[in-house]
């Protein structure tokens, strides 16, 4: 599953962390040719946070992040 989302602040940033930080499956997050851990605090701060960042969620059923995730959603 992949999708765009926007962290336009520290708060979102921790609280994105906070979310997808309870699921087992791994998640990346790509801005341009940058591709960082979900889970990683310093790894999301190291991207271009002034734009739209892809997420790539490599598990069949994630129903459940997308609907956490919903606020972040571009």
């Known amino acids: 599953m992949t ?14 962390v906070n979310i997808v930080s ?14 960082v851990d ?4 310093m790894g999301i701060f190291s991207l271009d ?8 969620v490599h598990a069949d059923d ?3 992040l997308a609907g956490e995730l919903k606020p972040f959603v571009a």
């Open 49 to 56: 946070l002034s734009k739209p960042i892809k997420v790539e």
């Open 3 to 16: 999708f765009n989302v926007v962290l336009s602040s520290i708060n979102d940033v921790k609280n994105f």
């Open 38 to 41: 979900a889970k990683s605090i």
């Open 62 to 64: 994630c129903a459940d």
């Open 22 to 35: 309870k699921y087992d499956y791994e998640i990346d997050l790509t801005s341009g040719r940058y591709v």
